[in-house]
């Protein structure tokens, strides 16, 4: 791989990080499961994440197969869905307030994943978008995807709930810093994709 090409792939990278974490930083159901578990478990989220994986990692697999099979102009229309969606969520970041939830870690991270419908609106729209991002680096691209994407997962989640204590402390002063963070990533990037689509730059 040649220099342009290293920096192009650490661009990518680096938006994956904060287009994941625009996502993870909001205060839906995993991070009300994490904050629950952890009061318990300052380990909880690591376990509430790997739940989490194990029904994304594998969705990951089948639309990158799908991605292949998108043309250029495919793809433009899905960046510019994909900014859309970002958008709509930024609204609904405006309006939601924390969920509540009761159970264990592993099964929060797996169940709160795979019925969460906006989980499956963001992985057919933006995270399809970022997926047929990295065909463009071959495998290494796939592999280096899912890597840092989890791991935003892993150290958000981890972080949640091994300061989970002062984390409830703050309450509901730090969730609204916490919807304020993700609704400027969501609306910014949302923005972003929907101009990479409208001008060709996927």
């Known amino acids: 791989m040649r220099e342009g090409e290293n920096l192009d792939l650490l661009t990518f990278l680096v938006t994956v990080v904060l287009v994941s974490l625009s996502g993870v930083m909001a205060p839906g159901p995993l991070f009300a499961a994490t904050l629950a578990e952890g009061r318990k478990n300052p380990l909880s989220g690591f376990i509430v994440s790997t739940g989490h994986a194990v029904v994304e990692i594998p969705l990951i697999l089948i639309l990158y197969s799908f991605g292949l099979s998108l043309n250029y102009i495919e793809r433009r229309f899905l960046a510019v869905v994909?900014?859309?969606?970002?958008?709509?969520?930024?609204?609904?970041?405006?309006?939601?307030?924390?969920?509540?939830?009761?159970?264990?870690?592993?099964?929060?991270?797996?169940?709160?994943?795979?019925?969460?419908?906006?989980?499956?609106?963001?992985?057919?729209?933006?995270?399809?978008?970022?997926?047929?991002?990295?065909?463009?680096?071959?495998?290494?691209?796939?592999?280096?995807?899912?890597?840092?994407?989890?791991?935003?997962?892993?150290?958000?989640?981890?972080?949640?709930?091994?300061?989970?204590?002062?984390?409830a402390e703050y309450g509901k002063k730090l969730t609204n810093v916490l919807k304020a963070i993700s609704f400027s990533m969501l609306l910014f990037f949302g923005i972003v994709f929907i101009y990479s689509g409208f001008v060709g730059n996927v």
């Open 82 to 167: 994909g900014g859309m969606v970002m958008l709509y969520l930024a609204y609904l970041e405006l309006k939601s307030e924390e969920s509540q939830y009761k159970g264990g870690s592993l099964f929060a991270g797996a169940v709160m994943t795979a019925l969460n419908p906006y989980f499956i609106m963001w992985w057919l729209t933006v995270g399809l978008t970022l997926i047929t991002k990295s065909i463009e680096f071959g495998i290494l691209g796939l592999v280096l995807f899912i890597i840092v994407h989890e791991m935003c997962d892993y150290v958000w989640l981890g972080s949640v709930s091994i300061f989970s204590g002062k984390i």
